[in-house]
């Protein structure tokens, strides 16, 4: 619960009562008062903010290997373009001005890049500027973890990740240096390192990776203190493109 300006100023009020004796009693309340107002902007509660963390894509030369109904990311920018379909959903429902957070793995897309001849960091970038948003790039799971801390106590109002996944992990990084595995992640073990504090008590938070609701959604839930909704099946990034948001085979749990 936070404390009112007044009621942090009452003890040093309480202390200097002393040396206050014959002073006009109107008078001190009028210097309590200003006090009161000069302190408020330095007392008030941080800016909501509404942080997104997206992963980063497959290679193509890797998923080439699959057969085409088991191949991840044939468009770049099935994460980045989910992110910023949640960025409008997000100022529509708190307002142009809302605060946008966009944690993004960037290796994922320096290699992806690379591979396709074009410049995808300098787009994300672009897009970042463009909705007035916060870029944090990040090249580990602990960065991620880290930026997150970062965000000031009870700020983080929304979050959202988008990304592969498995039951158990955040997977940030998914066959782009090695053909179906991760060099990145966030486990459901390390959950306990993302400070709480950085949450407000009312966050609402989702992943729309595959199998998060399997497993990933309790952990949180314990290490956390609030709700992520997580899918219990795999998530479909085919309406993406459609300008919808990841839909799931089976469906969205707590």
């Known amino acids: 619960m936070s404390t009112s300006p007044a ?26 008062l200003a006090a009161a107002l000069f302190a408020a902007p330095a007392l008030s509660a941080a800016q909501p903010e509404h942080v997104i963390l997206c ?3 497959a290679l193509r030369q890797w ?17 980045i373009r989910a992110s910023t379909l949640r960025m409008a959903e997000i100022r529509r429902a708190y307002g142009k ?24 960091t300098t787009w994300i ?19 991620a973890i880290q930026a997150i801390n970062s965000r000031p106590a009870g700020s983080i109002l929304t979050f959202d990740f988008f990304g592969h996944s498995n039951r158990h992990c955040f997977l940030l990084d ?3 240096e090695i053909m179906a595995a991760s060099k990145a992640w966030i486990h459901e073990d390390d959950l306990g390192k993302i400070r709480r504090k950085s949450f407000d008590k009312r966050a609402l938070c989702q992943s729309y990776g595959c199998h998060t609701g ?6 949180w839930r314990l290490a956390l203190g609030i709700k992520l909704v997580g899918a219990h099946g795999k998530t479909d990034y085919a309406v993406v493109g459609q300008g919808r948001l990841p839909t799931v085979s089976g469906r969205w749990v707590r």
Not at 7 to 32: C, Q
Not at 97 to 120: M, S
Not at 125 to 143: S, Y
């Open 125 to 143: 970038r672009e897009n970042a500027t463009k909705r007035n948003c916060e870029l944090i790039w990040v090249d580990t799971g602990a960065e």
């Open 63 to 79: 998923e080439d290997f699959r057969v085409k109904n088991e191949q991840h990311d044939r468009w770049w920018a099935n994460f």
């Open 174 to 176: 998914y066959g782009n």
């Open 97 to 120: 001005e809302a605060k946008l957070t966009w944690i993004v793995y960037r290796p994922g897309y320096v290699t992806r890049g690379r591979e396709d001849g074009k410049p995808y």
């Open 7 to 32: 009621a942090t100023l009452a003890p040093p009020a309480l202390r200097l009562a002393p040396s206050l004796a014959g002073v006009h009693l109107p008078a001190v309340r009028s210097l309590l």
């Open 214 to 219: 399997e497993s990933m959604s309790a952990k």
């Open 55 to 57: 992963g980063g894509p």
